[in-house]
């Protein structure tokens, strides 16, 4: 049966709608109540260290599992029977990566850790590449609804293992590992991965080159969003992360909320054939634009005041950061809205020019400035490499599926 277009239209705002809130359940969960309150059964230091490490995880996930499961997504009609399989190989070397990566950057990244809290983090790790790409499941049937309950489940997860924190196991890591493995757990029992899942491995060559094609830009890109954290922490201290993440909180929120958006967008044009890039490119352009813009003024408002509420022990050294943080955080994720157009219609190696220009801007504009202005001087260049990864995004996607395609026209 043929569905209307309407009708498609209609359950794709709803599943905007539906992935906003279930994001936002998740955001306010983790940002608003757990870390607020680790940090205040935790040194200054000690919550810098675990800002720090969690954005490593959470790093090392998404480069992994996050990659393989966009290729995934996009593979509809790309790859035959027999190279769609490869995919069983390659999760289980998404799960091995994971773990031999984060033992080794935490080998030598933590030198004062208990070896019980070093492998509950090698865990945890693993955890969160396999969610990230499990949810493909949901993704590829455009069942948002199915999201938009593991939020839930993870969200209540995540407040369980605050509980167990506070009152039983006192090391924080407890709370995030509980939380990805009732996660997991629920992904277990809602997806049909045990069904497709074999030990018949199969390797094709297209299928791991546009993995390790998709691995590189995304590995440039998980980093530099936690880049803040790694960039500040051996140059400033422990101390200064944890200031600076809460001067960039409010706006960060904001891009933990908006980012999701992207999957929704990609998932959506990996089931539609042959559908006009630059058209859809000017919708997300227009879309992305007036949704930061709301960001950023909402984030210029709010920021003190939730600011003061959550941390405010911090309150007095970020008066002068939090608006660029967050300017910087925005745009980010702005420029993140507009990518999955340029996943769908532009080749990959766009995004590893893309990514590898913003890395390089962030640390050659960062550090020389940080150096000069300390943690005010590492915002204004954060901001800066925010604004030229954001202008490559948009003129890669003008040239493109613009120029490019009128001077096909009249060859």
Do not use: D
């Given at each position: 049966m043929k569905v209307s277009v309407y009708s498609l239209k209609k359950k794709m705002y709803f599943d905007f709608l539906?992935?906003?809130v279930a994001n936002l359940i998740f955001t306010v969960s983790s940002q608003i109540v757990v870390y607020p309150i680790i940090s205040k059964n935790i040194s200054e230091a000690s919550f810098?260290?675990?800002l720090t490490v969690m954005g490593i995880s959470n790093a090392i996930g998404v480069i992994f599992g996050g990659s393989l499961s966009q290729i995934?997504?996009?593979?509809?009609g790309k790859y035959t029977f027999e190279e769609n399989e490869s995919f069983n190989f390659l999760f289980l070397m998404t799960i091995f990566f994971s773990f031999i990566t984060s033992n080794f950057i935490y080998f030598f990244f933590l030198g004062e850790i208990d070896k019980i809290s070093f492998l509950m983090l090698l865990v945890l790790t693993?955890?969160?590449?396999?969610?990230?790409?499990?949810?493909v499941y949901y993704r590829i049937n455009l069942n948002f609804k199915m999201i938009f309950l593991h939020m839930i489940m993870t969200s209540l997860g995540y407040i369980f293992g605050l509980i167990v924190f506070i009152f039983f196991i006192k090391t924080w890591v407890i709370v995030f590992l509980i939380g990805e493995i009732i996660s997991f757990l629920f992904l277990y029992y809602t997806t049909n991965w045990k069904s497709e899942f074999n030990f018949n491995f199969k390797f094709s060559k297209k299928v791991g080159l546009d993995y390790f094609q998709l691995i590189t830009s995304s590995s440039v890109?998980?980093?530099m969003t936690y880049v803040d954290r790694l960039l500040i922490y051996p140059f400033l201290g422990a101390s200064q992360v944890a200031i600076y993440y809460?001067?960039?909180l409010v706006g960060k929120l904001a891009g933990i909320v908006?980012?999701?958006l992207s999957n929704v967008i990609l998932s959506y044009l990996s089931s539609e054939e042959n559908k006009d890039g630059w058209k859809i490119f000017k919708i997300l352009f227009f879309f992305s634009f007036f949704l930061g813009l709301l960001a950023l003024i909402t984030s210029i408002l709010l920021s003190p005041f939730l600011i003061r509420i959550l941390y405010p022990n911090l309150m007095n050294s970020i008066e002068n950061v939090y608006i660029f943080a967050s300017f910087a955080a925005i745009i980010s994720a702005v420029a993140a809205l507009l990518q999955p157009a340029l996943m769908r219609y532009c080749p990959l190696w766009y995004q590893t020019f893309i990514q590898s220009i913003y890395a390089v801007s962030y640390v050659g504009f960062s550090i020389p400035l940080m150096n000069v202005w300390g943690l005010k001087g590492f915002a204004y260049g954060n901001l800066i490499a925010s604004l030229i990864r954001?202008?490559?995004v948009v003129g890669i996607g003008i040239y493109y599926l613009k120029i490019k395609n009128i001077e096909k026209e009249f060859k």
């Open positions: 539906l992935n906003i810098g260290t675990l995934r997504l996009l593979s509809k693993s955890f969160i590449a396999i969610r990230s790409y499990l949810v890109y998980s980093m809460a001067a960039s908006l980012l999701p954001y202008l490559l």
